[in-house]
DNA sequence: AATAGTTAATTGGTCTGACCACTCTTATGA
DNA sequence: TCATAAGAGTGGTCAGACCAATTAACTATT
């Protein structure tokens, strides 16, 4: 016995395949609801609650009267809202937690700065108007950007966002000037 | 003017606080969609859309004939749907097979495996009936389910996934080897 | 010709009701 | 007693209608 695939399934896949192959990018409008259910051979509804989902998301932004347009990935919807179901279960956080530092040692490791890099990581660490949330965000910014892989960014940033609602662990000052430090020293 | 909130928020607001408030846990029956949409007094297509969204977030799990039920929150469920997303457009390979050795690499040296279950590794690179794909899969998720966080198995999973289709890297034998070699001298 | 105002077309938002497919319960009959 | 059938409940899908908001096209006035 096959599952059996429900329709807003298909029309999810019908939504990748149009950014894989039809080069859609964020900001571009999506073709209509009514269009897709006649593309697709199916009800306008199915249609509607894919698009929900992924709206959810944060995939995709509708406006009424103008039309269904994709986003510039923005996890913090669906972030925010997971988080809220999850919240009490300190299983995901553990686990969360862990993910994120495993990605974060590595790039700590293995990123090759540059003078200039590694004096804007300092003016970030500086700079009094940041939160500690901000700096925590923006050194590693610069840290996976001076290593160079976009997708291990992606990831991390992605996990980041989960972490930001579901947890406050406070990481100290000292914490990034001895990354700084370890980092120093393996460049020796 | 102020932003109209959409029947389908609404319902998503109505089960959080049925979770919140009546005590609803993992496993627990949801109120049918047809007594979800008389109780919220709005369509029944307005309360599948919010129950569609999270179902695809792996909060709900619907069974046809039967009911929606509450899930033991798996937020693996959207971190792939999201990852998918994001991936289409860091398609490179390099990047995809760093960010997969930095898993590999990190379980290999933060497991600690049982007898039993070093036991079962080297079988499975014994067995003369498995491919190298297959080899490579189950050799690296024994390790993930020993070091015990599920979160890093399903994203090592997913770069996996992607991998076997973009790339045919082939690791020799000896390479599974050395891994054990590897670890072996980490635990003394 | 330029501009303001009106109208029509398009698109998302919501609702109603119908029918199918599947599961479980209950009643029926051998 | 037990297998079978019928019914009720539930999710899955569809079709069509109307509302609300935006955009584009058109018209009339200045």
Redesign the pocket.
């Given at each position: 016995m096959s599952e059996?695939?429900?329709?807003?399934?298909?029309v999810l896949n019908e939504i990748q395949r149009l950014i894989k192959e039809d080069g859609y990018i964020p900001g571009d409008?999506?073709?209509?609801?009514?269009?897709?259910?006649v593309q697709l051979?199916?009800?306008?509804?199915?249609v509607?609650?894919a698009?929900?989902a992924i709206?959810l998301l944060g995939i995709i932004e509708?406006?009424?009267?103008?039309?269904?347009y994709l986003r510039d990935y923005q996890t913090y919807q669906a972030v925010q809202l997971l988080a809220s179901f999850v919240l009490q279960n300190t299983h995901v956080l553990e686990e969360l937690q862990q993910a994120k530092q495993v990605l974060e040692n590595h790039v700590l490791q293995s990123a090759r700065l540059t003078e200039e890099q590694l004096e804007q990581i300092k003016e970030v660490l500086r700079d009094p108007s940041l939160s500690n949330e901000e700096k925590h965000h923006r050194f590693f910014v610069l840290f996976f950007e001076a290593n160079n892989n976009q997708l291990l960014l992606q990831v991390w940033r992605l996990m980041q966002d989960f972490s930001d609602n579901m947890d406050q662990t406070i990481y100290p000052e000292q914490y990034y000037y001895d990354a700084i430090k370890k980092y120093n020293e393996t460049i020796e």
């Amino acid at each position: 016995m096959s599952e059996r695939i429900k329709v807003y399934q298909q029309v999810l896949n019908e939504i990748q395949r149009l950014i894989k192959e039809d080069g859609y990018i964020p900001g571009d409008k999506l073709p209509s609801e009514r269009q897709l259910s006649v593309q697709l051979n199916t009800a306008r509804s199915s249609v509607r609650e894919a698009l929900r989902a992924i709206e959810l998301l944060g995939i995709i932004e509708t406006r009424q009267g103008e039309g269904t347009y994709l986003r510039d990935y923005q996890t913090y919807q669906a972030v925010q809202l997971l988080a809220s179901f999850v919240l009490q279960n300190t299983h995901v956080l553990e686990e969360l937690q862990q993910a994120k530092q495993v990605l974060e040692n590595h790039v700590l490791q293995s990123a090759r700065l540059t003078e200039e890099q590694l004096e804007q990581i300092k003016e970030v660490l500086r700079d009094p108007s940041l939160s500690n949330e901000e700096k925590h965000h923006r050194f590693f910014v610069l840290f996976f950007e001076a290593n160079n892989n976009q997708l291990l960014l992606q990831v991390w940033r992605l996990m980041q966002d989960f972490s930001d609602n579901m947890d406050q662990t406070i990481y100290p000052e000292q914490y990034y000037y001895d990354a700084i430090k370890k980092y120093n020293e393996t460049i020796e």
